[in-house]
């Protein structure tokens, strides 16, 4: 969601801004040139629940599609239970970074995502509005995500492409 803030063109402008990796606050001051300011508010969107949704399509098949070795319901508390928890560790780092308090480190955030909580972070940045305009921290972000679509995708279409990677590798390691 968006608010619009209007200001007549030549209207001052002014806050104050946190600024990650430097020491100390930073004074943003401007005059107005556009008669209006946007700014978001935290909250899902119906977009982003959709794509939510569309990115659990192939680990969900993926999961119907394990053997009968892995109990559904174990692999669903787990996947519930890692979003759930880092939900609460971008909670508890966005309330840290409204304090100005010792953070999280990125490191550890993606970790979780890595482990299995990718779905939780993504609705954690979205209501939360937390690290979502940080590029490095969203390219690591979609490239475990991907990581994730492509392992499913490759899962359900019988390793074909990890073999031929590997068999790649194999006739490359040859030649040498």
Not at 18 to 47: D, F, N, Q
Not at 65 to 89: D, F, K, Q, R
Not at 110 to 138: D, M, T
Request: aromatic residues 14%.
């Amino acid at each position: 969601m968006q608010y619009l803030y209007f200001m007549q063109p030549g209207e001052e402008y002014s806050e104050r801004r946190w600024c990650p990796g430097w020491i100390g606050v930073l004074e943003v001051s401007s005059v107005a040139k556009e008669t209006y300011r946007t700014e978001r508010k935290a909250g899902m969107s119906p977009g982003a629940a959709v794509v939510l949704g569309a990115l659990l399509i192939l680990p969900i098949v993926g999961a119907l599609h394990l053997p009968g070795v892995i109990n559904l319901w174990y692999l669903l508390g787990y996947a519930v239970g890692i979003s759930g928890m880092t939900i609460l560790v971008y909670r508890h780092d966005k309330i840290r970074a409204q304090k100005e308090g010792w953070r999280t480190p990125e490191s550890t955030l993606h970790f979780l995502e890595l482990l299995g909580g990718w779905p939780g972070a993504f609705l954690a940045q979205r209501l939360f509005w937390h690290k979502i305009s940080k590029r490095s921290f969203q390219v690591e972000f979609w490239g475990i995500v991907v990581v994730y679509q492509a392992v499913c995708f490759d899962f359900l279409n019988g390793w074909h492409y990890s073999r031929a990677l590997v068999e790649a590798v194999r006739q490359g390691v040859k030649s040498w």
